[in-house]
């Protein structure tokens, strides 16, 4: 895979492309971009007909191992890449070991392996052992194995612990890369972990740069621990740390931002040339019957919440569809009232619904802020956004806030389908 | 008996030269409806997770929408805004709703009957709610589905005391009238009366030759499909078609297995509906000619087949058994891919059927059908006597 920057902005926001996937040849993907947050190979709630549908150009696939280990039979009787084996060939895949806005237990780590949590529970794998299934899935992009999950406020043993651990694990994906004709077919990118404390992060850094000319690029980890409380990070502290990794590393990296972020720290991140987020933060709403709908247009101030709360009764009756003007097939189609039915009535389709919805508004989100950063006016698509994040601090559902999606009104009738926590 | 009303027009194409098999076209308000048909149940107001769209590209024709559910969510009030459940769901063809009368059997504990109709506890709210005859043809009414069904008195197909069938099955042809009196339109919605009567002929009998004087487009059998030994089930199917309007549809509610299918087409049933094939795809259970495969079982963990290889659906054409069987019982997406598959198996199985009936080769069908289920000949006794009796002799080659 190739990474090309085609523009940069004003800020350190820039215009890229991957391309030359060697397993996809024709698939172009522009950044900044959020990928597909899949669960069992498959884009959350969505066939690959009904994805069809939502989005007719080639898309990234975030995988985590922790949803898709079980594949693994079956992918190798295949032989054929873990997209094929989904259905969803034609697209690009990235793997890595845990989404990282799943909530997990902490700890578990043994000295040279990491804890992969299954739906079945526990599984340690090792960076030899995580290579093996990388052969074996083919994903074009691959995060390698790193101990990220790690808040800032973590104490500096186990911090240290954590870098010396991802470093010795970087150093065996690197080696295993290099001596695979299969691997090599893929994109390897670095894990940056530890930055909760300054000097262990610039080791964390320097690792990588040992391996530089393996890599196409980072994934910045080592800022959450899973548990939403983490999350509440204030954005002048991620500033300095997008700042501290983008300054230490090449300019042609491509820089991968993982968790389930608002939109205004994800523009913040762009806005300091971060290329690639997984998709988590529109999952994160359709698991919690919320919709997402964003005012692009900054010439218009926004004075109303750009979250709805699918499931409030207020909208019984609404005959609008969730984001008037919006090109998606469930407001083409589909009204508010009829969403809130199918939520109150925990209907399959509310989760398909909404899903497409989010999807599609989440993508819109990124081609505004390409569009603008082309036009070297990112800065005011930022704003205009903050400006509506800000305005949904509390927004009121407690399930929204809740640290998991356990209870949360858009679970589905089908028997023994456990929703993993988000 | 012309049909005078405009809501639906039912022209017979070709009929089985041996058995009671036709293919007709029912012009419905919404769409024109090829028959023998099998409508997917899509019980409040969606289909298992599937988009409109995809059910249109399953070839679904009709749906059916559940009264008593779609009355107690979104509500009336709600359906009256939008202007019915084909505009609140997005769905342009047919629509059939049932009555709410099945709740009764179902949701019996909460139930109370009554000459003047049935008291329901609500399961949502505890309130009481009065379902009459008239109620249930005003709901109805404003989902506005091209097919209602008029409120019966549901007794379980097994149950046993003559009085109270005999009772029931009175009462529905009375509810029948009082349906037809509340009826508010005509021009735009058929009500279909339902004989009852459960396993008894003489009951049976009179309930259809009651409703075949009055003026409807369509009858449905009910009251069978709950239990009962499929050696009592097809003579009740057979005596209703026997007795009904040859020139109008012929609707077996709750009927939807494949070999059912196939022989109450043969005996000449036109409309079918079942939540067996939504249901047990939610159980990761995909319908194949033979049965059903349950994909749980790791039989499949390496099969790269499909579930069916002559199956057109997309399911089929993009999914292996193996992928199918790491994800359900997972996954959304698993029920959804099952889901697609098997209602495309029971629109397969329907178009196969009527292409036979219009190509004549119809019994020819059936034989090869039956031996592919069972190849040792073996066959149960009511399939053999039901065909027998529509003059296909499956034993014969």
Same mark, same amino acid.
Request: proline share 4%; glycine share 6%.
């Given at each position: 895979m190739r990474f090309s920057i085609k523009q940069t902005g004003c800020g350190g926001e820039r215009i890229g492309y991957l391309t030359g996937f060697i397993r996809s040849p024709g698939a172009e993907i522009e950044t900044p971009t959020a990928a597909l947050f899949t669960q069992g190979g498959s884009v959350?709630?969505?066939t690959a007909e009904v994805l069809s549908k939502v989005f007719s150009n080639t898309k990234l696939l975030w995988l985590p191992l922790s949803n898709s280990i079980n594949l693994e039979t079956g992918v190798k009787a295949q032989n054929d890449g873990v997209a094929k084996f989904a259905g969803l060939q034609g697209h690009v895949t990235c793997a890595t070991l845990h989404s990282l806005s799943e909530d997990t237990p902490s700890g578990h780590f043994e000295l040279d392996r990491a804890p992969l949590w299954t739906k079945n529970g526990k599984r340690m794998v090792s960076a030899d052992r995580y290579m093996d299934v990388m052969e074996i899935f083919k994903p074009d992009i691959i995060l390698a194995i790193a101990d990220g999950r790690t808040s800032l406020n973590e104490g500096s043993k186990r911090i240290s612990k954590a870098v010396c651990r991802s470093n010795s694990m970087l150093k065996t994906c690197v080696n295993r890369y290099m001596s695979s004709k299969e691997l090599q077919k893929s994109s390897l990118i670095g894990v940056v972990v530890g930055a909760g404390n300054p000097k262990k992060c610039d080791e964390s850094l320097r690792n990588i740069l040992t391996h530089v000319d393996n890599l196409t690029g980072i994934s910045l980890q080592g800022i959450l621990d899973g548990p939403e409380e983490s999350r509440d990070i204030d954005s002048e502290t991620l500033k300095k740390l997008f700042e501290k990794v983008g300054e230490a590393l090449p300019k042609d990296f491509v820089y991968i931002l993982e968790g389930n972020w608002n939109p205004s720290i994800i523009l913040t991140a762009v806005e300091h040339g971060w290329d690639l987020f997984d998709g988590s933060y529109p999952l994160k709403l359709t698991n919690t019957g919320v919709a997402m709908k964003l005012n692009f247009d900054v010439t218009k101030e926004n004075d109303t919440l750009y979250l709805l709360d699918m499931v409030d009764e207020r909208y019984k009756a609404d005959l609008k569809p969730i984001l008037e003007g919006c090109e998606c097939l469930a407001c083409k189609k589909h009204t508010r009232a009829y969403i809130r039915h199918l939520l109150n009535t925990r209907e399959m389709l509310a989760s398909v619904l909404l899903s497409i919805h989010n999807l599609h508004h989440f993508d819109q989100m990124f081609y505004h802020a390409r569009q603008h950063i082309a036009s070297n006016t990112f800065a005011v698509f930022k704003q205009h956004i903050t400006k509506q994040c800000e305005m949904v601090?509390?927004?009121?559902p407690n399930r929204y806030k809740g640290s998991n999606g356990t209870n949360i009104p858009t679970e589905n009738q089908a028997p023994n389908i456990k929703r993993r926590n988000l | 008996m012309v049909n005078t009303s405009k809501a639906l027009t039912f022209t017979v194409q070709s009929e089985c030269k041996h058995s009671r098999a036709r293919v007709a076209i029912m012009k419905l308000p919404h769409y024109d409806v090829q028959t023998p048909v099998f409508m997917p149940v #899509?019980? +409040? #107001?969606?289909? *298992?997770? %599937? %988009?409109t769209d995809q059910l249109e590209n399953l070839n679904c024709e009709i749906i059916l929408g559940n009264t008593y559910h779609l009355g107690n969510r979104p509500g009336v009030d709600v359906l009256k805004k939008v202007g019915g459940l084909h505009k609140f769901m997005g769905w342009n063809r047919a629509l059939l709703t049932d009555s709410g009368g099945f709740q009764m059997v179902s949701l019996l504990k909460l139930a109370e009957i009554t000459e003047e109709g049935v008291k329901f506890r609500s399961p949502y709210d505890d309130s009481e709610i009065m379902l009459t005859p008239e109620k249930s043809i005003e709901i109805q009414n404003c989902i506005g589905a091209d097919i209602v069904m008029q409120l019966d008195d549901v007794v379980q197909t097994t149950f046993q005391d003559y009085d109270r069938i005999k009772e029931a099955t009175e009462r529905t042809s009375r509810w029948l009238d009082r349906c037809l009196k509340a009826h508010k339109r005509p021009s735009e919605q058929n009500i279909f009366p339902i004989v009852q009567g459960l396993l008894n002929p003489e009951l049976r009998r009179k309930s259809a030759e009651e409703h075949i004087t009055k003026d409807v487009n369509g009858f449905a059998i009910g009251? /069978?499909?709950? #239990?009962?030994a499929k050696d009592d089930f097809w003579p009740m199917v057979s005596l209703g078609t026997e007795i009904l309007d040859k020139s109008k549809p012929r609707y077996l509610m709750g009927v939807g297995l494949a070999i059912d299918l196939l022989v109450c087409v043969a005996l000449g049933v036109d409309m079918f509906d079942c939540v067996f094939p939504t249901r047990t795809a939610r159980f990761g259970c995909a319908l194949v000619n033979k049965g059903q495969l349950? /994909? *749980? +079982? *790791? +039989?499949?963990?390496?099969? /790269?087949?499909?579930?069916?290889?002559?199956c057109e659906c997309t399911t089929c054409a993009n999914y292996t058994r193996a992928y199918l069987h790491c994800i359900v019982s997972v996954e959304t997406v698993a029920c959804h891919l099952i889901s697609v598959h098997n209602i495309a198996f029971q629109m397969r199985l329907m178009r196969t059927m009527r292409e036979n009936i219009k190509q004549g080769t119809f019994p020819k069908f059936v034989k090869k059908f039956v031996n592919e289920i069972h190849p040792d000949k073996n066959f149960p006794t009511w399939i053999n006597n039901s065909l027998l009796s529509v003059g296909i002799n499956i034993l014969e080659d």
């Amino acid at each position: 895979m190739r990474f090309s920057i085609k523009q940069t902005g004003c800020g350190g926001e820039r215009i890229g492309y991957l391309t030359g996937f060697i397993r996809s040849p024709g698939a172009e993907i522009e950044t900044p971009t959020a990928a597909l947050f899949t669960q069992g190979g498959s884009v959350v709630n969505l066939t690959a007909e009904v994805l069809s549908k939502v989005f007719s150009n080639t898309k990234l696939l975030w995988l985590p191992l922790s949803n898709s280990i079980n594949l693994e039979t079956g992918v190798k009787a295949q032989n054929d890449g873990v997209a094929k084996f989904a259905g969803l060939q034609g697209h690009v895949t990235c793997a890595t070991l845990h989404s990282l806005s799943e909530d997990t237990p902490s700890g578990h780590f043994e000295l040279d392996r990491a804890p992969l949590w299954t739906k079945n529970g526990k599984r340690m794998v090792s960076a030899d052992r995580y290579m093996d299934v990388m052969e074996i899935f083919k994903p074009d992009i691959i995060l390698a194995i790193a101990d990220g999950r790690t808040s800032l406020n973590e104490g500096s043993k186990r911090i240290s612990k954590a870098v010396c651990r991802s470093n010795s694990m970087l150093k065996t994906c690197v080696n295993r890369y290099m001596s695979s004709k299969e691997l090599q077919k893929s994109s390897l990118i670095g894990v940056v972990v530890g930055a909760g404390n300054p000097k262990k992060c610039d080791e964390s850094l320097r690792n990588i740069l040992t391996h530089v000319d393996n890599l196409t690029g980072i994934s910045l980890q080592g800022i959450l621990d899973g548990p939403e409380e983490s999350r509440d990070i204030d954005s002048e502290t991620l500033k300095k740390l997008f700042e501290k990794v983008g300054e230490a590393l090449p300019k042609d990296f491509v820089y991968i931002l993982e968790g389930n972020w608002n939109p205004s720290i994800i523009l913040t991140a762009v806005e300091h040339g971060w290329d690639l987020f997984d998709g988590s933060y529109p999952l994160k709403l359709t698991n919690t019957g919320v919709a997402m709908k964003l005012n692009f247009d900054v010439t218009k101030e926004n004075d109303t919440l750009y979250l709805l709360d699918m499931v409030d009764e207020r909208y019984k009756a609404d005959l609008k569809p969730i984001l008037e003007g919006c090109e998606c097939l469930a407001c083409k189609k589909h009204t508010r009232a009829y969403i809130r039915h199918l939520l109150n009535t925990r209907e399959m389709l509310a989760s398909v619904l909404l899903s497409i919805h989010n999807l599609h508004h989440f993508d819109q989100m990124f081609y505004h802020a390409r569009q603008h950063i082309a036009s070297n006016t990112f800065a005011v698509f930022k704003q205009h956004i903050t400006k509506q994040c800000e305005m949904v601090k509390d927004f009121p559902p407690n399930r929204y806030k809740g640290s998991n999606g356990t209870n949360i009104p858009t679970e589905n009738q089908a028997p023994n389908i456990k929703r993993r926590n988000l | 008996m012309v049909n005078t009303s405009k809501a639906l027009t039912f022209t017979v194409q070709s009929e089985c030269k041996h058995s009671r098999a036709r293919v007709a076209i029912m012009k419905l308000p919404h769409y024109d409806v090829q028959t023998p048909v099998f409508m997917p149940v #899509g019980t +409040q #107001g969606t289909m *298992k997770g %599937l %988009l409109t769209d995809q059910l249109e590209n399953l070839n679904c024709e009709i749906i059916l929408g559940n009264t008593y559910h779609l009355g107690n969510r979104p509500g009336v009030d709600v359906l009256k805004k939008v202007g019915g459940l084909h505009k609140f769901m997005g769905w342009n063809r047919a629509l059939l709703t049932d009555s709410g009368g099945f709740q009764m059997v179902s949701l019996l504990k909460l139930a109370e009957i009554t000459e003047e109709g049935v008291k329901f506890r609500s399961p949502y709210d505890d309130s009481e709610i009065m379902l009459t005859p008239e109620k249930s043809i005003e709901i109805q009414n404003c989902i506005g589905a091209d097919i209602v069904m008029q409120l019966d008195d549901v007794v379980q197909t097994t149950f046993q005391d003559y009085d109270r069938i005999k009772e029931a099955t009175e009462r529905t042809s009375r509810w029948l009238d009082r349906c037809l009196k509340a009826h508010k339109r005509p021009s735009e919605q058929n009500i279909f009366p339902i004989v009852q009567g459960l396993l008894n002929p003489e009951l049976r009998r009179k309930s259809a030759e009651e409703h075949i004087t009055k003026d409807v487009n369509g009858f449905a059998i009910g009251g /069978l499909s709950g #239990g009962e030994a499929k050696d009592d089930f097809w003579p009740m199917v057979s005596l209703g078609t026997e007795i009904l309007d040859k020139s109008k549809p012929r609707y077996l509610m709750g009927v939807g297995l494949a070999i059912d299918l196939l022989v109450c087409v043969a005996l000449g049933v036109d409309m079918f509906d079942c939540v067996f094939p939504t249901r047990t795809a939610r159980f990761g259970c995909a319908l194949v000619n033979k049965g059903q495969l349950n /994909l *749980k +079982q *790791k +039989q499949f963990e390496s099969d /790269l087949n499909p579930i069916d290889s002559d199956c057109e659906c997309t399911t089929c054409a993009n999914y292996t058994r193996a992928y199918l069987h790491c994800i359900v019982s997972v996954e959304t997406v698993a029920c959804h891919l099952i889901s697609v598959h098997n209602i495309a198996f029971q629109m397969r199985l329907m178009r196969t059927m009527r292409e036979n009936i219009k190509q004549g080769t119809f019994p020819k069908f059936v034989k090869k059908f039956v031996n592919e289920i069972h190849p040792d000949k073996n066959f149960p006794t009511w399939i053999n006597n039901s065909l027998l009796s529509v003059g296909i002799n499956i034993l014969e080659d």
